[in-house]
């Protein structure tokens, strides 16, 4: 499992780009950059996924244009699938994001599955940054958006 991190956007937003001989996953794509669209061009012959770990702006911004670009689908945590239609929740209006609401093409529970190509994410509720921010957890890693800051001090 190959597995590069990016630094998107003034809030500096992770976003993950997994692959493996099967599988090319984004893990919130923040906001449409280059890196995220031709990692999923490169990775076109493969089962690829677009997973959300919570809706707010930063992690989300990129997702439905990458989505229109590929035809990848996006998956979020069901208590968070609003957040991305509602520029309250997803705090776009806040900041001035501009983000076009859209919909999930799928949403998962606490300790539901997600298999794409040959990697098996377990999903896991960590509510609090969001009602519903999930983190997920494959093999020995944990990808958990805003769950988990860095402090300086």
Known sequence: MK????????IKTNCYLISTEKAAVVIDPGFDRPGTL?????NADKQRLILLT????DHIG????????TGVRIGIGAPDAEGLSDTKLNLSD?????????????TYE????????????????????????????????LFSGDTLFETLG
């Open 94 to 106: 806040m900041f001035h994001a501009n983000i076009s609401p859209f919909k999930p093409d799928f």
């Open 3 to 10: 597995i590069k991190t990016l630094h998107l956007g003034l």
């Open 110 to 141: 606490d300790g539901d599955k997600i298999t794409v190509g040959d990697i098996e994410f377990k999903v896991i509720s960590t509510p609090g940054h969001t009602a519903g921010g999930v983190s997920y957890l494959t093999e020995d890693k």
């Open 38 to 42: 031709e990692f999923l061009n490169e």
């Open 62 to 69: 990129g997702a439905e244009a990458l989505r229109e670009k």
């Open 54 to 57: 919570h809706a707010h702006f």
